[in-house]
């Protein structure tokens, strides 16, 4: 053969091999990420989430995903992973928990929650596993959750009265304004001991935060730099300043308030705030609780456990008046439980089956946190066999488990709570995080902490709002309706 031939046929081989090489890289690279939808430039596929993200995620999961229950997302410059099925997401918790159990960074959320000093924002690490260890064992334990009993039995009696006055009136009443002031008035009491006024001011601050926080960041699009410049050009960094400012100094008076009190001593129940200032004293936490870092957990405490606690309560409210018949067996029930007395008391909410199914029922279809709250990976993971890069955001999409006919059959959208009963479908499944079909609060480490605290706190406010608080007939004249979405 010419040496000509053999230059040629050496290059063709080569050439080849290079290609057989490049193709199985690039092509092996993209079939190891779950499936994903065609995405744009810049945005990715910001554009297909619309105004009710965990909606869009199950229709777009239904065209691209496959049944590994994966899709993976390029948000502006976010990689995301949806997590829709109940099998994801028992792999992802039982085998990679530790690498997902970070947050996805947000320089406005910094910000606002005062240096993510707290549980829910923290990254994941030491100061993190330290205060969840906090929160979990002093400040939402099941003894101290118990101590809240008179300030929930004070608070749904005002509830009531609020609903009764509106119905004897014949007034058209905003039920959702009253399951705010409720859930506001219980959380805020818990965490700081503060009622009236007070919890006003919160209320408000916690509004115009949450209208910085929701919603697309800058940061999810820009560059962190570039992000900067815009916030401070368009004067968002400013309104940023003054709302960190104004947290600050409620939050100082409220300090020093606790301080002032509790000079001799803490009489009664402690609130978490009394609670934290003696922990700082006692100094054995391993934390350093400074000033900065309580403001942080107690701001933490409520922003978490107000919005969350009065969606919940006003979805049960708008299933069970659509729902006539569940709202007669829950009428019933507590006629029965209560036997002729004139308010609910907490021991008799063991007793309530119907009405403990009634909230699994509600957790389930309208989760309040419809995909969690977004966690970020610090390793790369193997998941459903696609491999998932560090820095990945991970959202569970809890809404679309809580609803998928495979766990939940052919009615899986209709608000039936006898399945969680007797020898209903899913009589075993619980809302701990236990059963990856039901994580209306999460599960594994980021898990919310709050469930025994909660709990008690839906029932006796469902409870009391019974057939002889009228709510039916004050609802029937509401002026704004419930969030049927
Ligand atoms: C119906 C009421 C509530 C629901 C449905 C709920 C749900 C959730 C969810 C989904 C998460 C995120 C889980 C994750 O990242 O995977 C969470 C976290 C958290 N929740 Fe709740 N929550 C409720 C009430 C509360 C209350 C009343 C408090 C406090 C008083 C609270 C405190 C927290 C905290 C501190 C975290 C952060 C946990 C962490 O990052 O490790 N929650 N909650």
Same mark, same amino acid.
């Given at each position: 053969?010419?040496?000509?031939?053999?230059?040629?046929?050496?290059?063709?081989?080569?050439? =080849?091999? *290079?290609?057989?090489?490049?193709?199985?890289?690039?092509?092996?690279?993209?079939?190891?990420? !779950?499936?994903? !939808?065609?995405?744009?430039? +810049? /945005?990715?596929?910001?554009?297909?989430?619309?105004?009710?993200?965990?909606?869009? /995620?199950?229709?777009?999961?239904?065209?691209?995903?496959?049944?590994?229950?994966?899709?993976?997302?390029?948000?502006?410059?976010?990689? %995301?992973?949806?997590?829709?099925?109940?099998?994801?997401?028992?792999?992802?918790?039982?085998?990679?928990?530790?690498?997902?159990?970070?947050?996805?960074? @947000?320089?406005?959320?910094?910000? $606002?929650?005062?240096?993510?000093?707290?549980?829910?924002?923290?990254?994941?690490?030491?100061?993190?596993?330290?205060?969840?260890?906090?929160?979990?064992?002093?400040?939402?334990?099941?003894?101290?959750?118990?101590?809240?009993?008179?300030?929930?039995?004070?608070?749904?009696?005002?509830?009531? =009265?609020?609903?009764?006055?509106?119905?004897?009136?014949?007034?058209?009443?905003?039920?959702?304004?009253?399951?705010?002031?409720?859930?506001?008035?219980?959380?805020?009491? =818990?965490?700081?001991?503060?009622?009236?006024?007070?919890?006003?001011?919160?209320?408000?601050?916690?509004?115009? @935060?949450?209208?910085?926080?929701?919603?697309?960041?800058?940061?999810?699009?820009?560059?962190?730099?570039?992000?900067?410049?815009?916030?401070?050009?368009?004067?968002?960094?400013?309104?940023?300043?003054?709302?960190?400012?104004?947290?600050?100094?409620? /939050?100082?008076?409220?300090?020093?308030?606790?301080?002032?009190?509790? *000079?001799?001593?803490?009489?009664?129940?402690?609130?978490?705030?009394?609670?934290?200032?003696?922990?700082?004293?006692?100094?054995? %936490?391993?934390?350093?609780?400074?000033?900065?870092?309580?403001?942080?957990?107690?701001?933490?405490?409520?922003?978490?456990?107000?919005?969350?606690?009065?969606?919940?309560?006003?979805?049960?409210?708008?299933?069970?008046?659509?729902?006539?018949?569940?709202?007669?067996?829950?009428?019933?029930?507590?006629?029965?439980?209560?036997?002729?007395?004139?308010?609910?008391?907490?021991?008799? +909410?063991?007793?309530?089956?119907? +009405?403990?199914?009634?909230?699994?029922?509600?957790?389930?279809?309208?989760?309040?946190?419809?995909?969690?709250?977004?966690?970020? @990976?610090?390793?790369?993971?193997?998941?459903?066999?696609?491999?998932?890069?560090?820095?990945?955001?991970?959202?569970?999409?809890?809404?679309?488990?809580?609803?998928?006919?495979?766990?939940?059959?052919?009615?899986?959208?209709?608000?039936?709570?006898?399945?969680?009963?007797?020898?209903?479908?899913?009589?075993?499944?619980? $809302?701990?995080?236990?059963?990856?079909?039901?994580?209306?609060?999460?599960?594994?480490?980021?898990? *919310?902490?709050?469930?025994?605290?909660?709990?008690?706190?839906?029932?006796?406010?469902?409870?009391?709002?019974?057939?002889?608080?009228?709510?039916?007939?004050?609802? @029937?004249?509401?002026?704004?309706?419930?969030?049927? %979405?």
């Amino acid at each position: 053969m010419s040496p000509y031939l053999v230059f040629v046929s050496n290059v063709t081989v080569l050439l =080849a091999f *290079c290609y057989v090489i490049i193709k199985k890289a690039v092509g092996g690279s993209r079939n190891k990420l !779950p499936p994903s !939808p065609p995405s744009i430039p +810049l /945005l990715g596929h910001l554009h297909l989430l619309g105004r009710l993200p965990h909606r869009s /995620l199950r229709d777009l999961q239904a065209r691209y995903g496959t049944d590994g229950g994966l899709l993976f997302l390029q948000l502006g410059r976010r990689r %995301t992973v949806v997590v829709s099925t109940a099998a994801a997401a028992a792999d992802l918790y039982k085998n990679h928990d530790l690498a997902f159990a970070s947050r996805v960074p @947000s320089a406005t959320v910094h910000k $606002l929650s005062l240096g993510s000093n707290n549980v829910s924002f923290a990254p994941y690490g030491d100061a993190w596993r330290r205060s969840k260890k906090l929160a979990v064992v002093h400040l939402l334990s099941p003894r101290r959750a118990d101590s809240f009993g008179p300030v929930r039995a004070a608070e749904a009696a005002a509830l009531v =009265a609020g609903v009764r006055r509106a119905a004897e009136a014949g007034e058209a009443v905003e039920l959702r304004e009253l399951l705010y002031g409720y859930s506001n008035a219980v959380v805020t009491r =818990a965490a700081t001991g503060t009622a009236g006024a007070t919890a006003e001011e919160m209320k408000q601050l916690m509004v115009n @935060s949450t209208a910085l926080m929701s919603g697309l960041q800058l940061e999810d699009v820009l560059p962190d730099a570039a992000a900067k410049v815009v916030r401070w050009a368009t004067g968002l960094e400013k309104r940023l300043d003054r709302q960190v400012e104004a947290w600050d100094k409620f /939050l100082s008076e409220m300090i020093a308030e606790h301080l002032e009190k509790n *000079c001799g001593g803490v009489a009664g129940d402690e609130d978490f705030l009394d609670v934290l200032l003696r922990l700082r004293e006692e100094g054995n %936490t391993g934390l350093e609780l400074t000033d900065d870092r309580i403001k942080s957990i107690v701001q933490d405490m409520i922003f978490a456990g107000t919005e969350t606690s009065s969606v919940t309560l006003e979805w049960a409210m708008a299933e069970l008046i659509r729902n006539p018949g569940a709202m007669a067996k829950l009428w019933d029930e507590v006629a029965r439980v209560s036997n002729g007395k004139p308010t609910i008391e907490e021991d008799d +909410l063991s007793r309530m089956e119907y +009405l403990k199914a009634v909230l699994k029922e509600t957790l389930r279809l309208h989760p309040p946190a419809p995909l969690l709250v977004p966690h970020e @990976s610090t390793t790369a993971a193997v998941v459903q066999g696609y491999e998932i890069p560090a820095k990945t955001a991970l959202f569970i999409n809890a809404w679309a488990i809580g609803r998928d006919p495979t766990t939940w059959g052919d009615a899986a959208e209709e608000f039936r709570p006898e399945r969680f009963l007797g020898d209903g479908s899913v009589t075993g499944i619980d $809302l701990r995080g236990n059963e990856y079909q039901l994580l209306p609060f999460g599960a594994g480490r980021r898990v *919310c902490p709050a469930v025994n605290f909660v709990l008690p706190m839906l029932e006796i406010s469902l409870a009391s709002l019974d057939k002889k608080t009228d709510v039916k007939k004050a609802a @029937s004249t509401m002026r704004s309706g419930l969030g049927y %979405t």
